[in-house]
């Protein structure tokens, strides 16, 4: 960015030795003098109509300037016109590469919000799957302390029964293992 600045104002620094060229050669070519006076006779012209017009007066006879002064100021008006013209362009072209930058800046940011959206959708579908496996062990778990209960009961009955030994009761109780998220 700072080296399109720079460019930018070594543009504009050489653009005044080229409007004084420019005002130098409507003094020595006979073509280019005679478009720098009718360029100066028409904006003279052009000129004194609008003064005319916005304050006022009445439309009188437009005198054209003398060749002298006509050369002047067309060659004034050139290089000047070509002035603004560097200027504009060299404005256009920050405008322009601005608008780049920022459309790329947008479209990154676009991007990485899509990437984001997709890792999360992704981990909200593992973190779904992991609940259901959960849920699923925890339902085993219950599955197999009932089993284990009823297992127990058969043993004290087998047990009483047939070694005539009374029932035992100081089973130790059953460790209950608990998963995070899944209080009884």
């Given at each position: 960015?700072?080296?399109?600045?720079?460019?930018?104002?070594?543009?504009?620094?050489?653009?005044?030795?080229?409007?004084?060229?420019?005002?130098?050669?409507?003094?020595?070519?006979?073509?280019?003098?005679?478009?720098?006076?009718?360029?100066?006779?028409?904006?003279?012209?052009?000129?004194?109509?609008?003064?005319?017009?916005?304050?006022?007066?009445?439309?009188?006879?437009?005198?054209?300037?003398?060749?002298?002064?006509?050369?002047e100021a067309g060659a004034n008006f050139?290089?000047?016109?070509?002035?603004?013209?560097?200027?504009?362009?060299?404005?256009?072209?920050?405008?322009?590469?601005?608008?780049?930058?920022?459309?790329?800046?947008?479209?990154?940011?676009?991007?990485?919000?899509?990437?984001?959206?997709?890792?999360?959708?992704?981990?909200?579908?593992?973190?779904?799957?992991?609940?259901?496996?959960?849920?699923?062990?925890?339902?085993?778990?219950?599955?197999?302390?009932?089993?284990?209960?009823?297992?127990?009961?058969?043993?004290?009955?087998?047990?009483?029964?047939?070694?005539?030994?009374?029932?035992?009761?100081?089973?130790?109780q059953p460790t209950v293992i608990q998963?995070?998220?899944?209080?009884?």
């Open positions: 960015m700072s080296t399109l600045k720079l460019g930018a104002l070594l543009v504009r620094t050489l653009a005044k030795p080229v409007a004084t060229s420019i005002k130098t050669q409507a003094k020595q070519h006979a073509v280019f003098r005679e478009f720098c006076i009718s360029i100066a006779q028409l904006s003279h012209k052009l000129e004194m109509n609008m003064k005319m017009k916005f304050l006022g007066y009445r439309k009188e006879v437009i005198r054209p300037l003398n060749d002298t002064k006509a050369i050139l290089s000047e016109s070509f002035i603004f013209g560097v200027a504009a362009t060299i404005i256009l072209a920050e405008n322009w590469r601005s608008r780049v930058s920022a459309k790329n800046r947008r479209n990154l940011v676009d991007e990485s919000l899509e990437k984001l959206e997709t890792e999360t959708n992704g981990l909200r579908e593992t973190i779904q799957s992991m609940q259901s496996g959960q849920a699923a062990l925890q339902s085993r778990m219950d599955e197999t302390t009932q089993e284990n209960e009823q297992l127990k009961k058969m043993l004290d009955e087998i047990l009483s029964v047939s070694l005539g030994l009374r029932k035992h009761t100081g089973y130790e998963l995070p998220g899944f209080e009884k």
